[in-house]
């Protein structure tokens, strides 16, 4: 029973004079990490032990190719095609999820690589894997044809999702909370099709890096205690054949010490 102009009419005469405010607001702006940060959860009851790789990452833009760029790398280390999974859960069978969840947000947040393992005593191999498939995204290039495939599934994967009303509105909806016009779809498509694999292996070394990162674990209490995290290979370049070099572990879990002499 509302009638349009007597509504439009009611709205004028009460609202009409308002005027928009000049108040804006002020977020803070996080600091930059100081990593990298190691955090276990002693689980009270029984449960299968979970790995959490996670790294700060950008905030969402469809103009810039950091998230974009990632989120390709996500997918192509670590999807179901990926050679990890492939490895862990099909081949050795010793986790049963490998996951990403790299979150589209307007602030930056983490992008978290998670793995629920079977057994306990396989904790550190999971997440050492996954540090060290991280490392070869930094280091390498990923192939052109991977690339590609990879660009196709998210393409028609998205397409094919969107096969009812409630599935569009919700697509709709993800991207437009983060910028108010569904366009932003096709802007963010064209930054994935626009990603190179150098695109890929320098936004990998920009913030796949260890002051971004925080390595997370839980398992049921009393039976899992965090060991050092491997150290990172040296370079060919950087160790001639004739450096002695002494490793020497540490009692802390993030640090271990190698000491070069000449």
């Given at each position: 029973?509302?009638?349009?102009?007597?509504v439009?009419?009611?709205?004028r005469?009460?609202?009409?004079?308002?005027?928009?405010?000049?108040?804006?607001?002020?977020?803070?702006?996080?600091?930059?990490?100081?990593?990298?940060y190691?955090?276990?959860?002693?689980?009270?009851?029984?449960?299968?032990?979970?790995?959490?790789v996670?790294y700060r990452?950008?905030?969402?833009?469809?103009?810039?190719?950091?998230k974009?760029?990632?989120?390709?790398?996500?997918?192509?280390?670590?999807?179901?095609?990926?050679?990890?999974?492939?490895?862990?859960?099909?081949?050795?069978?010793?986790?049963?999820?490998?996951?990403?969840?790299?979150?589209?947000?307007?602030?930056?947040?983490?992008?978290?690589?998670?793995?629920?393992?079977?057994?306990?005593k396989?904790?550190?191999?999971?997440?050492?894997?996954?540090?060290?498939?991280?490392?070869?995204?930094?280091?390498?290039?990923?192939?052109?044809?991977?690339?590609?495939?990879?660009?196709?599934?998210?393409?028609y994967?998205?397409?094919?999702?969107?096969?009812?009303?409630?599935?569009?509105?919700?697509?709709?909806?993800?991207?437009?909370?983060?910028?108010?016009t569904?366009?932003?779809?096709?802007?963010?498509?064209?930054q994935?099709?626009?990603?190179?694999?150098?695109?890929?292996?320098?936004?990998?070394g920009?913030?796949?890096?260890?002051?971004?990162?925080?390595?997370?674990?839980?398992?049921?209490?009393?039976?899992?205690?965090?060991?050092?995290?491997?150290?990172?290979?040296?370079?060919?370049?950087?160790?001639?054949?004739?450096?002695?070099?002494?490793l020497?572990?540490?009692?802390?879990?993030?640090?271990?010490?190698?000491?070069?002499?000449?």
């Amino acid at each position: 029973d509302v009638k349009h102009d007597e509504v439009l009419g009611l709205a004028r005469k009460f609202w009409s004079g308002w005027k928009r405010g000049t108040f804006t607001q002020q977020i803070p702006v996080e600091p930059e990490p100081q990593g990298p940060y190691m955090a276990h959860v002693d689980w009270p009851t029984d449960t299968l032990p979970w790995v959490a790789v996670a790294y700060r990452g950008p905030a969402y833009s469809d103009s810039k190719k950091d998230k974009a760029a990632l989120d390709l790398a996500g997918e192509i280390a670590f999807s179901q095609s990926s050679p990890l999974y492939q490895k862990l859960v099909i081949e050795e069978q010793k986790v049963d999820d490998l996951f990403t969840f790299f979150r589209d947000s307007r602030d930056p947040g983490l992008l978290i690589i998670g793995a629920r393992v079977k057994n306990v005593k396989d904790v550190d191999e999971v997440r050492d894997a996954i540090l060290a498939t991280v490392a070869d995204l930094r280091n390498n290039q990923v192939s052109a044809e991977r690339l590609a495939q990879v660009k196709s599934s998210l393409k028609y994967g998205f397409a094919l999702s969107m096969d009812n009303t409630g599935a569009v509105a919700g697509a709709l909806a993800q991207y437009i909370q983060l910028m108010p016009t569904p366009e932003t779809i096709d802007r963010v498509f064209a930054q994935y099709d626009a990603s190179t694999t150098a695109d890929i292996q320098e936004m990998s070394g920009r913030y796949f890096t260890d002051k971004r990162m925080t390595v997370g674990t839980l398992a049921s209490q009393g039976t899992y205690t965090a060991r050092a995290l491997a150290p990172p290979a040296p370079a060919a370049a950087s160790t001639p054949a004739d450096v002695k070099t002494l490793l020497k572990p540490s009692q802390v879990p993030l640090v271990t010490l190698r000491i070069l002499f000449n």
